[in-house]
């Protein structure tokens, strides 16, 4: 038993020493590795029953135009594309330009011409105004901090822009692990998460609790959807 299992962590070991790999060179909000290596919701069926919920709550269609904010190597952006089809658009935005630059060739590869990889910044999304019918923002931990300086120099401006390139109608869906409440040490919190966005002026629409929702492959993370009036 114990040599069959020897590939097996000598593949897992490779993985996460691997230079393309490395969770610095995916982008700076989500931990590829953790999710690749630990958490597997970046791995076949669950990758893919993920991507599904996410699709279900945006309610995404033929044509529509999606972003996934902060999406380090773009698996979710592949999912979208089948829906929108060949008239919409799907963009990959995240603040890591390696990640971007893998994203555009895995596109050119794949000779896809909707699917746009985009730098971002720490407060600007360089999209145009009501631009998109839905965002993404999946475990990039960056909204809900107590911290006052934070939320006025990074969090409030950040928000501001996914306002901006919204359509009225748009639906915003945030996903964050971070939230527990079980957690002895949260990153961010909900209440204050949801003022902000409430003030910015979307409206929440659904709140589905980490675990409550048996659908949903990520169990242990809260979701948030909103819509811009």
Known sequence: MRNKLLPVF?????????SPLQAGNFGLERDYID????RNAYNGFARERLAQGF????????GESVADVGTAAGDFCWYFLKVVGPRGKVYGTDINPYSMWYLR???AYRGVENLFAV???ETRIPLSDKSLDAVLLCEVHVIGSR???HREKYEKPFVRELYR???PGGRFLLVDSSFLNRHFNPINYPPEALSLCRKTGFVLKRKILAGKDQRF???????????KP
């Open 10 to 18: 000598w593949l897992l070991l490779g993985l996460m020493f691997a």
């Open 35 to 38: 999710h690749v290596v630990l």
């Open 55 to 62: 699709i279900d709550l945006l309610e995404l269609k033929k």
């Open 105 to 107: 060739q895995r596109a």
């Open 119 to 121: 730098v971002n910044y």
């Open 147 to 149: 911290d006052p300086y």
């Open 165 to 167: 390139i919204l359509k």
């Open 217 to 227: 492959e990520n169990k242990q993370a809260d979701y948030f959807l909103f819509v």
